[in-house]
């Protein structure tokens, strides 16, 4: 399990940097970042936390970016933490904070707030000033009965407590992230509050130039849907896709776990054999000596070794040199149960004896000589088709009118539309046997 986008005491963060890596690992999380908002105070005590611990740091930060909408944030993975350029920039910003804190402290006094800066500063820990430190202090001092009271009654938009802070540019962020030698992702592409989809393809015209690396299609605030959408988005476009929980410590997200309370993946090439001949040339440098050549970019090496999953679907034979390089697993189909099992979770519609006949008639259908069996994928789209068509058995008629659900090529829908048709074998007739066993006639 990973998890990319997360948050310590560093900045709005509840968990200490060292709590945070042994929350992970008892999460079962093996790859974590910590991107606190413009700043790197809290990476090197996640280090040192997770020495000798089944747990990979990856140093990040998320940066606020100006943008005339919701909110857009821009996390830099794989950053050097120390890097001169980073280091100056993110002193700049504290300075800004520490300012607006300043401002903050007045504009809450005017409301009858009087709480002291410094305990506000000693609860930032050294780190970047932000909201949620003046909401824990206010709690401490009876103003409201929790954080989240604090923010609705004084920090959010319209708010006596709500000071905007200055942010960077989007080309800023992005020269920033790349400077320090990481990749820039564009964090939680749903809090941006595009208009379209097609307004968001325009931004990315403008972005992918400046040096956009990723988007985090598996992100806390993502429907289903929305994670579909960005993961095609960024694969047609080349970019990386990531994912992260936005973990906090103070709501409901789990670490490790995207929106719809599913993990986030890891490491993942689908149907490699689908790739063409460079592609898989470029995975030999990636699988041997553990680093991608980039012409524009120069030779990236992993600091530790990647753990890669290939997937194929033998639609064409790999190199012997790729091959010799992977661990080989066959993975067959589902048995019975399982697959009905599966139907049942994502398909809970369907009417369990149809489900039971539908799983049946599929199992059957892959020991038939086919060109192309039905997928786990096609059984659910079939079983979501009987559902859309109000189906309550799976009768001859039925079969007909949605087997080019399950079936994709002709040769093999015609054969199955025949077998369907043919008439039931012939049972041999009875001889004539007598009461005691005996035969008596022919």
């Given at each position: 399990?990973?998890?990319?986008?997360?948050?310590?005491?560093?900045?709005?963060?509840?968990?200490?940097?060292?709590?945070?890596?042994?929350?992970?690992?008892?999460?079962?999380?093996?790859?974590?970042?910590?991107?606190?908002?413009?700043?790197?105070?809290?990476?090197?005590?996640?280090?040192?936390?997770?020495?000798?611990?089944?747990?990979?740091?990856?140093?990040?930060?998320?940066?606020?970016?100006?943008?005339?909408?919701?909110?857009?944030?821009?996390?830099?993975?794989?950053?050097?933490?120390?890097?001169?350029?980073?280091?100056?920039?993110?002193?700049?910003?504290?300075?800004?904070?520490?300012?607006?804190?300043?401002?903050?402290?007045?504009?809450?006094?005017?409301?009858?707030?009087?709480?002291?800066?410094?305990?506000?500063?000693?609860?930032?820990?050294?780190?970047?000033?932000?909201?949620?430190?003046?909401?824990?202090?206010?709690?401490?001092?009876?103003?409201?009965?929790?954080?989240?009271?604090?923010?609705?009654?004084?920090?959010?938009?319209?708010?006596?407590?709500?000071?905007?802070?200055?942010?960077?540019?989007?080309?800023?962020?992005?020269?920033?992230?790349?400077?320090?030698?990481?990749?820039?992702?564009?964090?939680?592409?749903?809090?941006?509050?595009?208009?379209?989809?097609?307004?968001?393809?325009?931004?990315?015209?403008?972005?992918?130039?400046?040096?956009?690396?990723?988007?985090?299609?598996?992100?806390?605030?993502?429907?289903?849907?929305?994670?579909?959408?960005?993961?095609?988005?960024?694969?047609?476009?080349?970019?990386?896709?990531?994912?992260?929980?936005?973990?906090?410590?103070?709501?409901?997200?789990?670490?490790?776990?995207?929106?719809?309370?599913?993990?986030?993946?890891?490491?993942?090439?689908?149907?490699?054999?689908?790739?063409?001949?460079?592609?898989?040339?470029?995975?030999?440098?990636?699988?041997?000596?553990?680093?991608?050549?980039?012409?524009?970019?120069?030779?990236?090496?992993?600091?530790?070794?990647?753990?890669?999953?290939?997937?194929?679907?033998?639609?064409?034979?790999?190199?012997?040199?790729?091959?010799?390089?992977?661990?080989?697993?066959?993975?067959?189909?589902?048995?019975?149960?399982?697959?009905?099992?599966?139907?049942?979770?994502?398909?809970?519609?369907?009417?369990?004896?149809?489900?039971?006949?539908a799983v049946e008639f599929v199992q059957r259908l892959r020991?038939?000589?086919?060109?192309?069996?039905?997928?786990?994928?096609?059984?659910?789209?079939?079983?979501?088709?009987?559902?859309?068509?109000?189906?309550?058995?799976?009768?001859?008629?039925?079969?007909?009118?949605?087997?080019?659900?399950?079936?994709?090529?002709?040769?093999?829908?015609?054969?199955?539309?025949?077998?369907?048709?043919?008439?039931?074998?012939?049972?041999?007739?009875?001889?004539?046997?007598?009461?005691?066993?005996?035969?008596?006639?022919?």
């Open positions: 399990m990973i998890d990319l986008h997360t948050h310590s005491s560093a900045s709005d963060g509840l968990l200490a940097p060292a709590h945070l890596v042994e929350l992970a690992v008892r999460c079962g999380v093996r790859v974590l970042s910590v991107t606190d908002h413009d700043t790197v105070a809290g990476i090197d005590e996640a280090i040192k936390g997770a020495k000798g611990l089944p747990l990979r740091i990856i140093p990040g930060i998320e940066f606020s970016v100006d943008f005339p909408r919701g909110s857009f944030h821009l996390i830099g993975l794989y950053i050097d933490h120390t890097h001169p350029e980073l280091t100056a920039a993110i002193n700049r910003l504290k300075n800004i904070r520490d300012a607006r804190g300043g401002l903050i402290i007045d504009a809450l006094k005017e409301a009858g707030v009087d709480i002291p800066l410094h305990e506000v500063i000693s609860e930032a820990d050294g780190g970047s000033l932000g909201k949620p430190h003046f909401a824990r202090v206010m709690v401490r001092h009876g103003y409201a009965r929790s954080v989240e009271e604090v923010f609705e009654r004084y920090l959010v938009n319209g708010r006596p407590g709500d000071v905007p802070k200055e942010k960077i540019s989007p080309a800023e962020a992005i020269r920033l992230v790349r400077a320090a030698g990481g990749l820039p992702v564009l964090a939680h592409p749903s809090s941006l509050e595009m208009p379209s989809i097609e307004a968001f393809e325009n931004l990315l015209d403008e972005l992918v130039p400046m040096g956009l690396m990723g988007i985090e299609a598996y992100a806390s605030m993502n429907t289903g849907e929305d994670v579909r959408r960005y993961d095609a988005i960024a694969r047609r476009r080349g970019l990386l896709v990531s994912g992260g929980s936005d973990f906090h410590g103070d709501h409901d997200e789990r670490m490790g776990f995207y929106a719809e309370n599913a993990p986030i993946p890891e490491g993942l090439i689908d149907e490699i054999d689908r790739a063409d001949a460079e592609f898989e040339a470029f995975l030999l440098e990636v699988l041997s000596d553990f680093q991608v050549s980039v012409p524009e970019l120069g030779t990236l090496a992993a600091k530790h070794r990647p753990f890669v999953i290939l997937t194929s679907n033998n639609t064409r034979e790999l190199s012997e040199a790729l091959k010799r390089r992977c661990l080989y697993l066959f993975i067959d189909y589902p048995t019975l149960d399982e697959e009905l099992a599966v139907v049942r979770l994502k398909v809970p519609d369907l009417n369990p004896k149809l489900a039971q006949q020991k038939a000589d086919m060109r192309k069996s039905p997928s786990i994928s096609e059984t659910l789209d079939w079983a979501n088709a009987l559902v859309a068509l109000n189906a309550s058995n799976l009768d001859k008629d039925t079969l007909e009118d949605t087997l080019s659900v399950l079936l994709k090529h002709e040769a093999d829908l015609q054969k199955t539309k025949r077998q369907l048709n043919a008439p039931p074998p012939q049972q041999p007739k009875p001889r004539n046997y007598d009461e005691f066993g005996r035969f008596s006639g022919n």
